[in-house]
């Protein structure tokens, strides 16, 4: 089985507004360039699933802060622009999540 692409988008448009709640992990495990540097760096908790045995529905959701009960099933790419992620999440609410917020939020148990 085959993971199935969870984004897409050029970089520009990635790193401006990144959609997906992975892409936000990523981005949050990153030190900053300028100031202080945090004593210990975000993290995406958990551990990736294997390749040969994902999880139904959005191979991230196990990790996601986010998932819910539309989760169970893998969302198409949507979006516009040549910026598309894959996430049942709707569009409006994961366009009002920034970098900075995204490294705070705990992942439910």
Not at 25 to 39: K, Q
Not at 70 to 93: D, M
Request: glycine content about 10%; proline content about 13%; charged content about 15%.
């Amino acid at each position: 089985m085959a993971a199935a692409s969870s984004r897409r988008a050029a970089k520009a448009a990635l790193f401006r507004t990144p959609l997906h709640p992975y892409t936000w992990g990523l981005f949050g495990s990153i030190p900053p360039m300028d100031g202080e540097r945090p004593a210990r760096l975000a993290a995406i908790p958990g551990t990736p699933p294997s390749l040969s045995n994902l999880p139904k529905g959005c191979a991230f959701g196990p990790r996601c802060a986010f998932r819910h009960d539309a989760c169970i099933v893998q969302p198409p790419l949507v979006g516009g622009n040549g910026h598309r992620a894959a996430c049942a999440l709707p569009e409006t609410s994961r366009k009002q999540f920034h970098i900075g917020e995204v490294a705070s939020i705990e992942t439910p148990v």
